[in-house]
């Protein structure tokens, strides 16, 4: 079954910190990776859009990396700011058909002052 | 160019009424997806139109639900006789073609009452 896990589901950290989030997929065949913010009654935003060639992009504070062999992704927020308080959704896409993409559940991130 | 429109932004139905949920993609783009988001749960697909084309409609529920995308006007997602359950964010995306990339509207509120 095409998968996607996120981890931790909610985190909490302060202002200036750095935090990384976790992604692991079992979708198959591979097609990309995206990471997207979704600030609360919004839709989500694109970050990186990864391919199964690339792996690590950066987005200003946000850097994305890709393990296609272990099918792990992972998002590092650097300096973390107020505004960062969001949700973090990872989406993997199968390639072939409709191209259809799998999204996590998300990760709540909330920066305190 | 304005992102991807969609309207009502809330919409209240009593249980028994239909809903109709409209989605403009951004201009030039030709495919459409409609996902569900149900609180604390991760966005679900449920459907994927080009234009006068239902392209996957795996994640649709059979009986209630229906969506088109006419050669003119908006994508409509329409649902007949609601019940609670049918409670949730509605998220529409758009792309210029298939797994190019998507720009999410900021999604429909539905409550049934």
């Known amino acids: 079954k095409n998968q996607v896990e996120q981890s931790p589901q909610s985190l909490i950290i302060l202002e200036g910190k750095n935090c990384t989030l976790q992604c692991n997929y079992t979708v198959s065949p591979f097609s990309n990776l995206r990471w997207y913010k979704q600030d609360t009654g919004r839709g989500p935003v694109s970050l990186t859009i990864m391919t199964f060639s690339e792996n690590t992009k950066s987005n200003g504070r946000y850097t994305a990396t890709l393990d296609a062999d272990t099918k792990q992704s992972s998002l590092h927020i650097t300096a973390s700011q107020l505004s960062d308080s969001a949700s973090y959704i990872c989406?993997?896409?199968?390639?072939?058909?409709?191209?259809?993409?799998?999204f996590g559940r998300g990760t709540s991130l909330i920066v305190h002052p | 160019n304005a992102g991807v429109m969609q309207n009502p932004r809330h919409l209240v139905r009593r249980r028994g009424q239909e809903a109709r949920l409209r989605c403009s993609p951004m201009?030039?783009?030709?495919?459409v997806y409609w996902y569900r988001q149900l609180p604390e749960e991760g966005l679900k697909f449920m459907v994927y139109?080009?234009?006068?084309?239902?392209?996957?409609e795996s994640g649709m529920p059979k009986e209630r639900f229906s969506a088109e995308f006419p050669k003119e006007g908006p994508s409509i997602l329409r649902i007949q006789q609601v019940v609670r359950g049918d409670s949730a964010a509605y998220f529409c995306?758009?792309?210029?073609?298939?797994?190019?990339?998507?720009?999410f509207g900021s999604g429909t509120r539905l409550t049934v009452v």
């Open positions: 201009k030039g783009h030709s495919h």
């Open positions: 995306a758009s792309s210029p073609g298939v797994d190019n990339g998507y720009t």
């Open positions: 139109l080009q234009k006068e084309n239902i392209i996957d």
């Open positions: 989406v993997v896409v199968r390639s072939g058909g409709s191209y259809i993409p799998t």
